[in-house]
């Protein structure tokens, strides 16, 4: 039942009807992750192990701020080799996304940023958060700093570690028409990158806003209800 849902979510998404995209991923060397695919190269076992994980954040962080929220599932991460989700993608992919082919705005003091997902397989499905928002734990001081690595550890991981520029950047993708962190429809919020070290003692997040894809860096200690992170968990 979860590989069906899931599988059909996917067919349903960014990488398979928002036609840029899709273009972009022909471009880079990737297959289009369809239905097909996906039933063909992902096994029933790592499905469950899929369906376990997306559970077990469901339920660690069921009390936190905006879980009512909070929408779950698989995402997929393409090979960085081919596709580099880190920071601005080719405008001509975000066309469908915000209307036109427009390019991202990427902080020029940005680093390269962490590459949990590394080179070497096409599509690495991640359990997280794949709606429009995550969840509010305060400012980037308050969740590397302010609360106990408990807070964070789900089987044995702690989910900060995938709070990084790769996965907010393939979740944008993955989302097609329906671009998370975006002020269209009144929801606008931002999401940090507590994986990642301070830049210049600023802290990186991600925010779609005013028709752009943005990476940007600003204040470590602003923690604003518009603040959220996305725990996630690799399924292996």
């Given at each position: ?8 979510l ?5 990488w ?11 471009a ?6 369809t ?26 962080f ?18 960085p ?6 920071g601005?993608?080719?405008p ?14 990427v ?69 097609g ?38 990476f ?21």
């Open positions: 039942m979860f590989a069906n849902e899931q599988i059909e996917l067919a349903k998404s960014g398979n009807t928002c036609a840029s995209v899709r273009e972009g991923l022909g880079a060397g990737l297959p289009v992750p239905a097909a695919y996906l039933e063909k190269t992902i096994s029933t076992k790592r499905w469950e192990r899929a369906r376990r994980a997306v559970e077990a954040l469901r339920g660690h069921k009390d936190a701020r905006f879980a009512d929220e909070a929408t779950y599932g698989v995402l997929l991460v393409p090979d080799a081919k596709l580099d989700t880190r601005a993608v080719d001509a992919m975000r066309g469908d996304q915000v209307g036109k082919p427009t390019a991202d705005v902080d020029k003091a940005l680093p390269a940023g962490a590459l949990p997902v590394r080179p070497g397989t096409d599509w690495t499905p991640v359990a997280t958060i794949t709606g429009a928002a995550g969840l509010h734990f305060g400012s980037y001081a308050d969740i590397r700093d302010g609360h106990g690595v408990k807070s964070f550890t789900v089987d044995g991981f702690d989910t900060r570690d995938l709070m990084v520029r790769q996965i907010w950047g393939a979740r944008v993708l993955q989302s028409g329906e671009l998370p962190d975006c002020e269209v429809g009144g929801g606008w919020t931002f999401t940090l990158f507590p994986g990642e070290e301070l830049t210049g003692g600023r802290a990186a997040s991600g925010t779609v806003l005013h028709g752009k894809v943005r940007r860096l600003g204040r470590p200690d602003r923690g604003i209800a518009v603040v959220r992170v996305c725990p996630a968990l690799l399924i292996r």
